[in-house]
């Protein structure tokens, strides 16, 4: 099964600053990479989905990722920090195998917290 | 209004009791999903519907139970066997198994 790590619980940024958080994937590439965001106390909203093509995936919000095989990673960057990104952010990365074909896999999550 | 609904937002269970959580789409999704999520832990898969008539377990399904009579419903039953159910529960929809997940605004559950 694929499984998904996010690198830091908690990450912290002052407003204005850049926004960066990490994910990396197990080593078969997946189909699909995917980022969440989920508020408090809702369910969880799609940023963004690389499928195949370009690497450099632009989402919503201006969040974007990149996809890099090489290091299996799709880390998740915003360039200036808003108040409103502070959040939990999701990874999740799909199945192309056997019983689990078509399944998501999600990280444990990252709590953006965002300073004035 | 296209999306997925769940209901209620917050239920209560007393000990032994069965409760069932509600997941409503009106996106003619074939595949749905539902999630549980705790403190830290990330979503963790309970069961998934690819199309009517049709479930399969996922990673946690222990003390949980699902039907699949209408397309448009994907109903799950916290029975009394589920010892430790407070959660928050997410329900998802695909247009097809593997296609992206979109979510509905989640169940909290707890208990008496």
């Known amino acids: 099964a694929q499984s998904v790590t996010q690198l830091g619980s908690h990450v912290s940024v002052s407003e204005g600053a850049l926004v960066l958080l990490r994910c990396n994937y197990s080593?078969?590439?997946?189909?699909?990479l995917f980022w969440y965001v989920q508020y408090p106390n809702q369910g969880l909203q799609l940023l963004l989905k690389?499928?195949?093509?370009?690497?450099l995936v632009k989402g919503i919000n201006g969040f974007e990722a990149e996809f890099k095989k090489s290091e299996t990673s799709f880390h998740l960057t915003k360039p200036s920090a808003h108040m409103s990104d502070a959040a939990e952010y999701f990874c999740?990365?799909?199945?192309?195998?056997?019983?689990?074909?078509?399944?998501?896999?999600f990280g444990r999550g990252t709590q953006l917290t965002v300073w004035p | 209004d296209g999306g997925i609904t769940q209901s209620p937002k917050y239920l209560f269970r007393k000990e032994g009791q069965n409760v069932t959580l509600s997941c409503e789409q009106n996106?003619?999704?074939?595949?749905m999903y539902w999630y549980r999520q705790d403190p830290g832990q990330g979503l963790r898969l309970i069961y998934y519907?690819?199309?009517?008539?049709?479930?399969q377990k996922g990673d946690i399904a222990e003390g949980y139970s699902v039907s699949r009579e209408k397309k448009e419903s994907f109903p799950l039953t916290v029975t009394s066997a589920q010892k430790n159910p407070t959660a928050f529960y997410l329900c998802?929809?695909?247009?097809?198994?593997?296609?992206?997940?979109?979510f509905g605004p989640g169940t909290r559950l707890l208990v008496l």
């Open positions: 998802a929809s695909s247009i097809f198994l593997g296609e992206t997940q979109y």
């Open positions: 080593s078969s590439v997946p189909p699909y």
């Open positions: 690389y499928t195949t093509g370009a690497t």
């Open positions: 999740a990365v799909s199945s192309d195998r056997g019983s689990t074909l078509g399944r998501l896999y």
């Open positions: 996106l003619n999704h074939d595949a």
């Open positions: 519907s690819q199309i009517v008539n049709d479930f």
